[in-house]
């Protein structure tokens, strides 16, 4: 009962926090896909680079997340912004790289070669025939790679605390400092209820944009 006085009494507070936590991860992974799924199409491509690729993007998934916001610190440093939005948003984005690349990878490697030679006899290039003809079949598992994103990095997100970036993560942040339960509970309580809700729109919304011909 103390938790939920705590979050009504503070609702406003929260609020403010969410929309930073949404911000935050929206550019994290809204760049990564502008790199992401370019590069996917690219190591679709040209075949060699999908090992080097992928297993680079594999690499940075394995850093613990702490140590890679630890990383960013001095990195960032060079420029005076060691701590803060920036190297938050650039170690979630790195984080959001894999599973962007590799499903859409995946997506358009797996698709039936004869989708191509269709395209290729009427006369498609390359970018009408993956405009037109690969992207929208290979867009429900590029999407599942966003959601994957975006769901993961709403908790890897909350870590940023540690290095100034705010968000929901103050919550934990404060609430362990303090020793202070109830905004350790509402904190997390207010993760999970972001990822499970943005999953869910999320899903929606791949529901509408796959074409009703492969749903």
Known sequence: MDTIHYMLDNAGYLASLTFLHLWLVALAVGLAIIIGVPLGVLIVRHKWLATPVLGAATLLLTIPSIALFGL???LF?????????????TA???YSLL??????HTALDSLPPGLRE???????????????VEIPMAL???????????VMNIGVMAIAAVIGAGGLGLLLLNGISGSDIRMLIAGAL???????????LLH????VLTPKGIR
Do not use: E, K, Y
């Not at 207010?190 to 869910?200: F, G, P």
């Open 72 to 74: 960013m610190i001095p």
């Open 77 to 89: 440093s060079l420029i005076g912004h060691g701590i803060g939005v920036l190297p938050a948003v």
């Open 92 to 94: 979630v984005f790195l």
């Open 99 to 104: 599973p962007i690349v590799r499903n859409t």
């Open 118 to 132: 269709a395209g290729r006899g009427i006369g498609m290039t390359f970018w009408q025939r993956l405009r037109w």
């Open 140 to 150: 429900p598992v590029i999407f599942g790679g966003i959601r994957t994103a975006v």
């Open 190 to 200: 207010m993760i999970c209820l972001l990822a499970i809700v943005l999953d869910w």
């Open 204 to 207: 929606r919304l791949q529901v």
